[in-house]
């Protein structure tokens, strides 16, 4: 980094330092690159916030990762002596639904698959002729007709709906397969059936060391994921990053001048050839006020799910035995919450000894409402709900803890291929521009590694 005229030059600006932005800052920093993030909080991480508290270690956004690509894998593999990966243990693969008010557990195997009461007999015959079915032809079918088609409406209410509310706080009327679920819509499309898709794909690829390491491990670190975000952040070095970076602009000259005003009240300038955003759909017209308006709301008319996330510490537990995942509750079920991870059955060290620690969800994008409740009002509904559906006797725990995300989730709807669109245009009439984020390219963790990566790869 260079100062000239109170300018300051440097070869890229990163807006947003959340997990997108810091695997950026990550890979650049590695490239040698000259670079500045720009945050506009007073702490790295974005939606990734952990917490320790009265001996319970929870987290305020997400809970778990999946091991979902080869970025997943380097990455981790490269930070192994700054923060200590922890993959969940034999409780990960019991998960359970809701069905009628009684928890069953996912099937997780065959003959699970034949046994479970969570799917009609109909449907389960039914599903004997997936393979058969003709692929879908609608780009925009939504995901609730994508599975009606494909398995049945019974799939749909105990599978997909929970699936879904579990991964986006999403509903299926909405999220459009092509976009939300790509690899899914891929299998009808490519090989005209999930099942035989799935068998197919995985005798045709022949594999790298990488992508053999490449699972659905569930991830999460020692002391939490914040444990992840401070070992890029250390080794991005922290002097790249301005924090409480407020009312920051991007104006374009021969390349790109971007301003903001710093914790102090001065205004600063930084030159860079290359902008890079990983801030949400929300925030672009405000940074970016030389791009035309009609295409940047063709981006931030993007659907957000808000979701209330609750993390419940108890000394003691004495509920029902947690040895799952954790309950998700299908929207069919009519309940005020979402549902319930049990963390302390998941990673060590996340409750006292004897006691548990749960996360629970509410609100989504059905339920968006429920944001604007008061803390008594969820503790409320939290203490109805899980005393019927954890078996609690009492409800009193150790720790309570509300954290209210009003733009948790964004939905990729139909309209998402207009977006994407939109941006590759955008980035091709502003040369060193790119628009990043989970405004794009998936919304889980995993992919917001692989893009972190690919948004600075783009630059070298
Ligand atoms: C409640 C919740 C639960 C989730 N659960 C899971 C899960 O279990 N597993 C999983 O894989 N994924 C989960 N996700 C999704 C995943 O956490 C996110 O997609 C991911 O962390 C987003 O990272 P990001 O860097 O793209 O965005 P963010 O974390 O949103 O970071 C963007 C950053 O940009 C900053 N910013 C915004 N505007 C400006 C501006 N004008 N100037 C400067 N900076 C700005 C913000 O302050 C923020 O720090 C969850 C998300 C939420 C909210």
Redesign the pocket.
Known sequence: MTTNNSIIKTDVVV????????TTAYYLHKNNKSFIV????NH?????QSHQDKGFTHE???????IGNTTVVELFEELSGKCNLQIGGKNVSKRYILKHGQWKHLPMGPVDAVTTPLFTLKDKFRILGEPFRKPGTDPHETLTGFVKRRMGQSYLNYAIDPFIIG?Y?GDPNYLVPKYALPKLYNLEQKYGSLIGGSVKKGFAEKKTEAEKKVSRKTFSFEGGLSSLINALYESAEKENFVTG?KD?VVAKNEEYLVS?TDKNGDKINIQAANVIS???AY?LS??FPFIDKTAISKIDNLLYGK?I?VSLGFNHWDGVTLDGFGGLIPSIEKRDILGVLYMSALFPGRAPEGGALLSV?MGGVRHQELVDKTDEEIKKIIERELKDLMQLQKFNPDLIYI?R?QK??PQYGAESGERFSTIEMLEKQYPGLQI???LRGG??????IKQGKELAERIL
């Open positions: 807006l947003g330092a959340g997990l997108t932005g810091l720009l945050e506009k909080q790295v991480g974005g939606v990734i305020n956004g997400p809970n778990t990762g999946v991964v706080a970076a920051v903001y990983t801030v949400g925030a405000g940074l979701v996330e969800f954290n995300h948790a989730i990043g984020g989970n919304i889980g963790m995993a992919d917001r």
